[in-house]
């Protein structure tokens, strides 16, 4: 079956973030690393305006890979690669293969579950945003008004919303 009717079916996770932050979807396999970006992007609730950064097998690929397929790196369920959205700040991902589908024509590029909220840009990495959710729990804090207005009020960083992640990705147009 050639690599373009397959469906990889991926989970993405935070590296380090307690709970977890992750996020189960499916892509072509033929997608190329550019266009993964922004989907990685949408799936997890960035922006994607960040600079980024995949690493394979503890490799760093330059932008000669961003035509590269994601079906000339991961082959079997369990392979995985490493993102970095906004390295400045280090945002770490684990992307694994956990399955590979033949294509229905459904929609491909689909989020099917998450758990917990994407931390705000305004974080740097994993332990800013811990301290980001100690401040906001904290109504002695003096920028305790600043940082909800920063965020928004209406934050939660226990509620992934599933609608949401998929209107992102369905503005993408893949």
Not at 32 to 47: E, Q
Not at 87 to 106: C, D, F, M, R, Y
Request: glycine share 6%; net charge negative; proline share 9%.
């Amino acid at each position: 079956m050639p690599s373009d009717a397959l469906v990889y079916q991926l989970w993405v996770e935070i590296v380090d973030s307690e709970p977890p932050i992750w996020r189960r979807f499916t892509v072509p396999s033929h997608l190329s690393l550019a266009d993964f970006h922004p989907v990685l992007a949408a799936v997890m609730g960035w922006d994607g305006q960040a600079p980024y950064q995949f690493k394979y097998q503890g490799q760093p690929l330059g932008p000669e890979a961003a035509t590269r397929s994601l079906a000339h790196l991961l082959h079997h369920p369990n392979d995985d690669l490493l993102y970095t959205y906004n390295p400045a700040q280090g945002w770490l991902h684990k992307v694994t293969l956990e399955a590979i589908h033949p294509s229905n024509h459904g929609p491909e590029v689909q989020c099917l579950e998450g758990d917990r909220h994407c931390p705000p840009e305004i974080c740097d990495g994993v332990w800013g945003y811990d301290e980001l959710l100690e401040r906001l729990n904290d109504g002695e804090d003096p920028e305790y008004d600043q940082l909800w207005q920063a965020i928004g009020y209406d934050f939660n960083p226990d509620i992934f919303d599933l609608a949401a992640a998929n209107q992102r990705l369905q503005q993408l147009g893949h």
